[in-house]
């Protein structure tokens, strides 16, 4: 199973970018996706996550900014990041949870840089 993630850049203070991330090498629907960041020197922080029961949750830092979307059927993911501010700088790294039996495993795309800067 692999995820890839693409879209980070650059960009400026108040402007927008959007994150996708495909999941590949697995015939089964995630249960949960989303997506986590980390900036230098701090701990990775939850940016966004929605599971298949329609359930979603943002990081306090970027409620009413970012909007997270999936399709199920593609196994795709995607993050909307409006308003960006230069602290959202970081390397955001999307994830996903798939069925593996009784489990769910987590599995980790590599990151894509996201640079806000004037």
């Known amino acids: 199973v692999q995820l890839q993630a693409s879209g980070g850049g650059l960009a400026q203070p108040g402007g927008s970018l959007r994150l996708s991330c495909a999941v590949s090498?697995?015939?089964?629907?995630?249960?949960?996706v989303g997506w986590f960041r980390q900036a230098p020197g701090k701990h990775r922080q939850l940016v966004a996550s929605t599971n298949s029961d329609g359930w979603t949750e943002y990081g306090d830092s970027v409620k009413g900014r970012f909007i997270i979307s999936r399709d199920s059927a593609e196994n795709t993911m995607a993050l909307q990041m409006n308003s960006l501010k230069l602290e959202d700088t970081a390397v955001y790294l999307c994830y996903a949870d798939l069925p593996s039996g009784a489990r769910l495993i987590r599995y980790w795309g590599r990151g894509t840089q996201v640079t806000v800067s004037s």
């Open positions: 090498g697995s015939t089964v629907t995630a249960h949960a």
